[in-house]
């Protein structure tokens, strides 16, 4: 017996959309996207689009819903609020209709919750950070399994044993780009959806200071007055693939759609980890500095700091950011939730079907 598989995606920043469609895509037939903003944005995948349950006038949306007490149990459940009534309908009317056999949730305490409720078994994406509120562990105890979409070498060693006894490691949810010749003086610079957006003027300040760098600039990057002739606003793209692939040093934050594209694309990393919820970009930093992924740098570095990153970054052996990218991570991850959805135990599915190309 084979069924429809739920992907909800949430609309904060877009390395959720990203991982979903990376999955769903290695069997279109079975996977259903919901989520905010989906409409002409999931590759030819069936999508349900759902109201926004943002509050209303809001420009920057920081998961505070401002509603006073609420049960442990949620994190965001604003009153008297049109937008979540009618979301909370359309997502139980699909799963009325479709009769999903899983949903998975990336992510959302309350949609795991009503999945549950509404009869449906879950598989509860967990970003980095450690979540051990209430609310994020009772998710975990509800769902069929956990999925981290990173490498189980990166994980916090401070998770509890019976949540990593539930978790299927999935690096590699973005493809791996074909080899490209390097350029090593440019200097890719990405900020992602999730966060501030960077001055593109102080940007411009360093690369006026640093003539001999080629800087290329995409995402959240505030416009630029009067470039200097080295660098180059891209805006919002939607694969920066291969300009990853070829960019001599590529400067980010610590996301993870960001960082599983530089690992699949085997490139030196600065990481600049963004303030997030739950400490996850600083957790990631921290995990790919250990590991011999990254350079790390807390904040935005000073114009004479960059010479040095980005020598580090270059000089890194590549060895250490090899082992943390899987090339079949989005299909064995679909095989795997298509297994849970089938109806296989965790154990006839074989605990290492995620793991087998990992040290």
Same mark, same amino acid.
């Given at each position: 017996?084979?069924?429809?598989?739920?992907?909800?995606?949430?609309?904060?920043?877009?390395?959720?959309?990203?991982?979903?469609?990376?999955?769903?895509?290695?069997?279109?037939?079975?996977? !259903?996207?919901?989520?905010?903003?989906?409409?002409?944005?999931?590759?030819?995948?069936?999508?349900?689009?759902?109201? &926004?349950?943002?509050?209303?006038?809001?420009?920057?949306?920081?998961?505070?819903?401002?509603?006073?007490?609420?049960?442990?149990?949620?994190?965001?459940? +604003?009153?008297?609020?049109?937008? !979540?009534?009618?979301?909370?309908?359309? *997502?139980?009317? #699909?799963?009325?209709?479709?009769?999903?056999?899983?949903?998975?949730?990336?992510?959302?305490?309350?949609?795991?919750?009503?999945?549950?409720?509404?009869?449906? $078994?879950?598989?509860?994406?967990?970003?980095?950070?450690?979540?051990?509120? $209430?609310?994020?562990?009772?998710?975990?105890?509800?769902?069929?399994?956990?999925?981290?979409?990173?490498?189980?070498?990166?994980?916090?060693?401070?998770?509890?044993?019976?949540?990593?006894?539930?978790?299927?490691?999935? +690096?590699?949810?973005?493809?791996?780009?074909?080899?490209?010749? /390097?350029?090593?003086?440019? !200097?890719? /610079?990405?900020?992602?959806?999730?966060?501030?957006?960077?001055?593109?003027?102080? /940007?411009?300040?360093?690369?006026?200071?640093? +003539?001999?760098?080629?800087?290329?600039?995409?995402?959240?990057?505030?416009? /630029?007055?009067?470039? $200097?002739?080295?660098?180059?606003?891209?805006?919002?793209?939607?694969?920066?693939?291969?300009? *990853?692939?070829?960019?001599?040093?590529?400067?980010?934050?610590?996301?993870?759609?960001?960082?599983?594209?530089?690992?699949?694309?085997?490139?030196?990393?600065?990481?600049? +980890?963004?303030?997030?919820?739950? &400490?996850?970009?600083?957790?990631?930093?921290?995990? =790919?500095?250990?590991?011999?992924?990254?350079?790390?740098?807390?904040? #935005?570095?000073?114009?004479?700091?960059?010479?040095?990153?980005?020598?580090?970054?270059?000089?890194?052996?590549?060895?250490?950011?090899?082992? =943390?990218?899987?090339?079949?991570?989005?299909?064995?991850?679909?095989?795997?939730?298509?297994?849970?959805?089938?109806?296989?135990?965790?154990?006839?599915?074989?605990?290492?079907? =995620?793991?087998?190309?990992?040290?």
């Amino acid at each position: 017996m084979t069924g429809t598989i739920g992907y909800y995606v949430h609309h904060h920043g877009d390395g959720h959309r990203q991982r979903a469609i990376a999955i769903a895509l290695q069997a279109p037939d079975r996977f !259903v996207l919901l989520g905010t903003g989906l409409a002409g944005r999931t590759e030819g995948l069936a999508c349900i689009e759902l109201p &926004d349950d943002r509050p209303v006038g809001t420009a920057v949306f920081d998961g505070a819903d401002g509603a006073g007490p609420r049960p442990q149990a949620i994190l965001y459940a +604003p009153t008297h609020h049109q937008g !979540v009534r009618e979301r909370v309908a359309r *997502i139980t009317s #699909w799963i009325v209709a479709a009769r999903p056999a899983l949903m998975v949730v990336d992510v959302s305490i309350e949609v795991a919750m009503l999945s549950r409720l509404a009869a449906t $078994p879950t598989v509860y994406v967990r970003q980095m950070g450690l979540r051990t509120d $209430p609310a994020h562990l009772d998710a975990f105890r509800g769902a069929q399994a956990v999925l981290c979409p990173f490498a189980e070498r990166l994980d916090d060693p401070e998770v509890e044993d019976w949540i990593r006894a539930k978790t299927l490691y999935a +690096p590699g949810l973005t493809a791996t780009t074909p080899a490209r010749p /390097i350029r090593k003086d440019v !200097v890719l /610079i990405v900020m992602g959806k999730g966060g501030a957006v960077v001055e593109g003027d102080r /940007i411009a300040d360093c690369a006026r200071a640093h +003539p001999y760098l080629q800087w290329r600039l995409a995402g959240a990057i505030s416009a /630029i007055k009067n470039p $200097p002739p080295n660098l180059f606003q891209m805006g919002w793209r939607a694969s920066l693939a291969d300009e *990853i692939a070829t960019a001599g040093v590529v400067v980010g934050g610590a996301g993870n759609g960001l960082v599983s594209a530089v690992l699949a694309a085997d490139r030196p990393f600065v990481c600049l +980890p963004e303030a997030r919820p739950f &400490d996850e970009q600083m957790a990631m930093g921290r995990a =790919l500095e250990a590991a011999g992924a990254a350079v790390v740098h807390p904040g #935005w570095p000073d114009d004479d700091q960059w010479p040095v990153l980005l020598q580090e970054a270059a000089a890194q052996q590549p060895t250490g950011r090899r082992g =943390l990218h899987d090339p079949d991570g989005g299909a064995r991850t679909a095989q795997r939730l298509m297994a849970l959805a089938d109806g296989f135990s965790h154990a006839a599915c074989g605990d290492n079907i =995620l793991h087998e190309v990992m040290p």
